[in-house]
């Protein structure tokens, strides 16, 4: 079985201080690690992922992601936050022996930044 | 490139009437599909997923179903919708070329 847990329900940040937002996971084997945003009202845009290599992943719009195999996280993190990064954020999983695609969503971060 | 549809954008509809969501997707072969039920803006709850035509897999029992009549067409339908069913509706694919799920952009259903 896999989980992800995403331990805040809200994270608030004031524009230009760096922000991370939290994931941790549990899958059988080795993980594929996802990050998605959605902005209200639309569906969830893929920022990045973690397949193998390199433990820190760079995505879209300046998001980065670090892969910690020992913590078993997975955080997004960006230098410096926008206003318009304001959203909701879902880190997901999956099994690498997983077929179908099959993603395991956390509950969703919110991210508040505030000018 | 690939890109996915879902219609309507919004629905109205009353208690124990049927419902008929569309979701195509475009510029590939053989998609893995996937219909998600997110409710107040939060988690997202697998609701069905198929790797094939006519090939279907449901993750929650409940009033709903899911066909698929063509490659590249996935639709969610009930027969009397119930307040609960109220949320919002993603479609996603995904293939063997990619590990990620690619979202439409999501059906906004109320149920009075």
């Known amino acids: 079985a896999q989980s992800v847990a995403q331990p805040e329900d809200q994270v608030n940040v004031a524009e230009g201080n760096p922000l991370t937002v939290k994931c941790t996971y549990s899958?059988?084997?080795?993980?594929?690690l996802f990050w998605y945003v959605q902005y209200p009202n639309r569906g969830l845009q893929f920022l990045l992922k973690?397949?193998?290599?390199?433990?820190l992943v760079k995505g879209s719009y300046g998001f980065e992601a670090e892969f910690n195999k020992s913590q078993t996280s997975f955080h997004l993190k960006k230098p410096s936050a926008l206003v318009s990064d304001s959203a909701l954020y879902f880190c997901?999983?999956?099994?690498?022996?997983?077929?179908?695609?099959?993603?395991?969503f956390g509950g969703g971060t919110r991210l508040m930044v505030k000018p | 490139s690939q890109t996915i549809h879902q219609w309507p954008a919004t629905l109205v509809q009353p208690v124990g009437s049927p419902l008929s969501l569309e979701c195509t997707v475009e510029?590939?072969?053989?998609?893995?599909l996937y219909w998600y039920r997110q409710a107040a803006g939060r988690g997202l709850q697998l609701l069905f997923y198929?790797?094939?035509?006519?090939?279907i897999s449901s993750e929650v029992p409940q009033n709903l179903s899911a066909s698929r009549p063509q490659d590249r067409q996935f639709i969610l339908s009930s027969k009397k919708l119930l307040l609960s069913d109220s949320g919002f509706y993603l479609c996603?694919?995904?293939?063997?070329?990619?590990?990620?799920?690619?979202f439409g952009p999501g059906t906004r259903l109320t149920v009075l």
């Open positions: 996603a694919w995904s293939s063997l070329a990619y590990n990620e799920q690619f």
């Open positions: 899958v059988s084997g080795n993980p594929y």
């Open positions: 973690y397949i193998t290599g390199d433990n």
């Open positions: 997901a999983v999956r099994d690498t022996n997983n077929a179908g695609n099959m993603l395991t």
């Open positions: 510029g590939t072969s053989n998609p893995n």
């Open positions: 198929s790797v094939g035509i006519g090939q």
